[in-house]
């Protein structure tokens, strides 16, 4: 994907925790080597802390704040399942978590759908869950801008600004990617200025704030925090809605000893059917986790070969 020179900002203090976790059920059974410079505790532990460690993590759908609370009580879940503390390890991008994943230096991953397209290509990875939501595997991209706007259609951005997440969100930007080619345009000729957030939260604030004119993001949170935190999206409206594609899921090291993927995989498959891991769906507005396959992404291979197909001509 070409990125927009031209009057692009970096949010540095926006950045975005990605969960990786490593419960040593990798075949290589040398000690992982982890930078903890910048790795928090779930129960925010300092000292003394069991050599066993569990590094957890989760993409960048939300700023770290918010990703801590979304996921937090599912983290503390896992943990005591399988008898470890759970590590936080922050890391900015999803591309810096797919180096993760094909290093061999992480155990399992929630990513997001075009980064698991992009990864899967690499024979690193395999699915372990899920998430089902409103009784799909699916979810959208919903274009926003803001209430007070005259902006009705994705062709009123030209010459507007506009809020990307990540290089490789599906939702985030591949999708907008897609509707500049279907109009004939190079982002750098169509927007007036891009802006990379690290956060689908952060878009929806800085459109309901009115500091930048539209974003695309991941429909599930912009759901969620209309639900939650209705006053987050009172000034935002949603002018279109992208077709389905599959659900960002849970991926583990094709290393992974048949073992430790099986335990791991049924933590998840059971949580619905306890009475705390039900509280903890609920909050996340999760119907369960299921055995997910490949052909759950066909929607977005064909999303990031367009979108791959226009950049290599751009190039």
Not at 48 to 64: E, G, L, M, Q, R
Not at 224 to 233: H, Q
Not at 278 to 301: E, P, Q
């Amino acid at each position: 994907m070409k990125v927009l020179k031209k009057y692009k900002f970096q949010f540095v203090f926006y950045l975005s925790i990605l969960f990786i976790c490593s419960i040593s059920c990798t075949q290589n059974e040398e000690k992982l080597v982890v930078d903890f410079s910048d790795t928090l505790s779930v129960d925010d532990q300092k000292n003394d802390v069991p050599v066993k460690i569990a590094y957890v993590a989760i993409s960048s759908i939300t700023s770290p704040k918010e990703t801590y609370s979304y996921y937090g009580d599912l983290l503390k879940y896992i943990s005591e399942k399988i008898k470890r503390p759970i590590y936080i390890k922050q890391k900015r991008t999803y591309e810096e978590v797919n180096r993760l994943l094909d290093n061999g230096e992480v155990d399992f991953a929630f990513i997001c759908s075009g980064s698991y397209v992009d990864e899967i290509k690499r024979g690193k990875i395999k699915i372990l869950v899920a998430p089902v939501v409103n009784a799909k595997h699916t979810y959208q991209s919903y274009v926003i801008t803001n209430k007070n706007s005259e902006i009705k259609s994705f062709n009123d951005f030209y010459h507007k600004s506009f809020a990307y997440t990540d290089p490789l969100s599906t939702t985030g930007k591949l999708y907008a990617m897609k509707r500049l080619k279907e109009l004939n345009y190079t982002e750098n000729v169509f927007f007036k200025k891009t802006v990379y957030t690290y956060g689908h939260d952060i878009s929806i604030q800085m459109v309901n704030r009115g500091i930048i004119d539209g974003a695309c993001v991941h429909g599930l949170i912009f759901d969620y925090l209309s639900e939650e935190y209705p006053d987050r999206v009172e000034n935002v409206k949603i002018i279109e809605k992208s077709e389905d594609y599959g659900i960002p899921p849970v991926v583990v090291p094709i290393s992974m000893k048949d073992e430790c993927f099986y335990k791991l995989q049924n933590i998840f498959l059971n949580l619905h059917n306890d009475s705390i891991g039900k509280k903890i769906l609920t909050k996340l507005h999760i119907d369960k986790f299921d055995v997910a396959s490949d052909s759950m992404y066909k929607s977005v291979y064909k999303l990031k070969e367009i979108t791959d197909n226009e950049d290599n001509k751009n190039n």
